[in-house]
């Protein structure tokens, strides 16, 4: 289904049934189940390796993804005509905001579930620590302003009378958080080089 066939949502429920959408139904359960399931069925392995797996194949899609939207996509919408942000927009922010908080909250909970499996919140480092604090930083920065701006980016697309000014200021206010989630993100894999390495 079309964003031409879904109107401006009244509410949170209505967002997130007009995203699926516009998304298509087999995507939204994909992004959804995907990432929440795939730390799990790596803890009930009773697998490290396993879960190590997971764990660094979540990661690398979410900074990789960090990585896209900072340094490519933020810019690129931003030297866009209103009319071709919109239609870019219509195709990536009902995906991008179904995909990528179930991914985050995949990559902390394997992460953490990681660490329990290796033995190291039995005495954690100040890396770990860092780890955590960081992964909380980013959860709450992901389901807190960036989490607004990509739903009110869905809410002036989905509009018959889309306010291009406002659709292109959120674009303009994402590009510049996703530049702070990426420094976040440089920062936390710094800290699993102090893991790796016993710090």
Known sequence: MSLAEIRRPTNRRERYRFMALAASKPFAVGAILVPLLL????????????????????GAFWFGTAVLGAVVLGPVMGSLSEEANAEFAEGFVPRMNLLMEPVSVGVVGSGIGLADMMGLWASPTPSLWAALALAVALLVL??????TFTAGMFDEIAAEDTDHERLASLNKKYGMLSMVELLLMIAIVATMSGLRWGF
């Open 39 to 58: 730390p799990v069925v790596g803890y009930l392995s009773g697998n490290y390796r396993a879960m190590f797996t997971v764990h660094l194949f979540l």
């Open 142 to 147: 992901g389901f807190g302003p960036l989490h």
